[in-house]
């Protein structure tokens, strides 16, 4: 069994930087077996992918739309998923979920994820 929780979300204006945190509680497994990722959505719209990393923290992926502004880490001993997000746009503002897969790496299908938190608000002003 696995339980989510993120945090971090907020107010911020456009330009500006936040950092979300996902809390892991696993039980039989630890936290380095599974691979995570972020999610978003936005009212309206589909949950869409935002940034994937692997078990060990190696090999990441990104929506384009994120890319250099966003990144994603992890911290397996701290059971601690991260998304530091920097030039943040009007157009991040969504509900951000984390979620977590029992296998090396999953990447940006949604529907392979098993287990999802329950979301941390962003939004971002102009």
């Known amino acids: 069994q696995v339980q989510l929780v993120e945090s971090g979300g907020g107010l911020v204006q456009a330009g500006g930087s936040l950092r979300l945190s996902c809390a892991c509680a696993?039980?039989?497994?630890?936290?380095?077996?599974?691979?995570m990722g972020w999610f978003r959505q936005a009212p309206g719209k589909e949950r869409e992918f935002v940034a994937a990393?692997?078990?060990?923290?190696?090999?990441?992926e990104y929506v384009d739309s994120v890319k250099g502004r966003f990144t994603i880490s992890r911290d397996n001993i701290k059971n601690t998923l991260y998304l530091e997000m920097n030039s943040l746009k009007p157009e991040d503002m969504a509900v951000y979920y984390c979620?977590?897969?029992?296998?090396?790496?999953?990447?940006?299908?949604?529907?392979?994820?098993?287990?999802w938190g329950q979301g941390t608000q962003v939004t971002v002003s102009s």
């Open positions: 979620a977590a897969k029992f296998v090396s790496y999953v990447g940006i299908t949604t529907r392979l994820y098993d287990y």
């Open positions: 696993v039980s039989r497994r630890t936290f380095g077996d599974y691979a």
């Open positions: 990393i692997d078990r060990l923290g190696v090999r990441r």
